[in-house]
């Protein structure tokens, strides 16, 4: 297979070299395609989680810019005996092995992916510093802080049902035989806006010292276009539109979702009506007032 220069990609945007770079990535990609008329976008905005057709892609990424640590293009049919060409990176990020992992754990842990070559120069620093306290035997340096330092391990676990909050969850795939649901996930953002999507996997990120992270990878319905993706009617009840979907971001620590139902909408086909679920051995008892005999009045 042919070896690809890549270092358009950590030019500018309206660089004539990065733009003479997406029309060569576009050739391969779409080559490999074995005649697909849609691919993963690696824009920073979709980062590979969206199919789009070639001419939807180049927009995306004159406008959004690449991923630039998605150095390998294995999302596009590249393989990982393939080699990318040795001038086609600085040195700063020649020794660094990229993978489709290693930018899903990017943006799980929050991590623009556009900040990812200077979140990466800070982390190497703090890795240093902690080492060299270790080392020194530094009260400050806990277990749980040296393990962090050290970073994730390369060996990742997945699972199809995971029980978190009180509330038992499968991926989507994993029920579709079932006649239960426990796919739907709720999660709270910024500004206070819930989040509705469905669970599409379950990974265990390992740290040393036995130390685990699990993180919900999930479809989102677009909560933010209102009348569009998500309404509110006048009894509470919401709604979201299954065909308007969020493209970035998909994943959130397993231990910052609660579970919801989705209940088909008669009227409307391409909606659902959601239904909040309540952890099991959680009882919503109403509070009642109790008079003292004093006259006093308490919540019970």
């Known amino acids: 297979m042919e070896s690809y220069n890549r270092d358009w990609m950590l030019c500018k945007k309206n660089d004539p070299k990065y733009r003479t770079g997406v029309k060569k990535f576009l050739e391969f990609a779409f080559t490999q395609g074995k005649g697909n008329q849609v691919v993963p976008c690696?824009?920073?905005?979709?980062?590979?989680?969206?199919?789009?057709?070639?001419?939807?892609?180049?927009?995306?990424?004159?406008?959004?810019?690449?991923?630039?640590?998605?150095?390998?293009?294995?999302?596009?049919?590249?393989?990982?005996?393939?080699?990318?060409?040795?001038n086609a990176l600085d040195d700063s990020h020649q020794n660094i092995e990229h993978n489709h992992m290693s930018d899903m754990l990017y943006e799980a842990f929050g991590m623009a992916t556009q900040e990812v070559d200077a979140e990466v120069g800070e982390a190497v620093d703090?890795?240093?510093?902690?080492?060299?306290l270790a080392q020194e035997k530094h009260p400050a340096v806990t277990e749980h802080l040296q393990a962090l330092a050290d970073g994730p391990g390369r060996v990742v676990a997945t699972?199809?049902?995971?029980?978190?909050?009180?509330?038992l969850f499968r991926t989507k795939d994993s029920e579709m035989e079932r006649e239960t649901q426990n796919s739907?996930?709720?999660?709270?953002?910024?500004?206070?806006?819930?989040?509705?999507?469905?669970?599409?996997?379950?990974?265990?990120?390992?740290?040393?010292?036995?130390?685990?992270?699990t993180l919900f990878?999930?479809?989102w319905w677009d909560v933010h276009s209102h009348g569009r993706g998500i309404t509110k009617?006048?009894?509470?009840?919401?709604?979201?539109?299954?065909?308007?979907?969020?493209?970035n971001d998909p994943y959130v620590l397993a231990s910052q979702v609660g579970q919801v139902y989705y209940v088909q909408d008669v009227a409307k086909p391409n909606w659902k009506v959601v239904v909040k679920a309540n952890?099991?051995?959680?009882?919503d008892v109403p509070e009642i007032l109790v008079q003292d005999s004093i006259g006093e009045t308490t919540k019970v």
């Open 42 to 86: 690696p824009c920073v905005k979709c980062n590979n989680e969206r199919r789009k057709t070639r001419p939807e892609i180049e927009l995306d990424l004159l406008k959004f810019g690449i991923v630039k640590s998605y150095t390998r293009w294995v999302r596009h049919g590249e393989s990982f005996e393939c080699q990318v060409d040795a």
């Open 279 to 283: 952890p099991r051995n959680f009882y």
């Open 184 to 213: 739907g996930i709720v999660v709270l953002g910024e500004n206070d806006v819930e989040y509705y999507g469905l669970l599409r996997e379950v990974i265990e990120v390992q740290y040393t010292g036995g130390n685990r992270v």
């Open 159 to 167: 699972m199809n049902s995971y029980m978190v909050n009180g509330c």
């Open 126 to 132: 703090a890795k240093a510093n902690v080492t060299s």
């Open 233 to 247: 009617d006048c009894f509470e009840f919401i709604s979201v539109n299954i065909g308007k979907v969020l493209g």
């Open 217 to 219: 990878m999930c479809d």
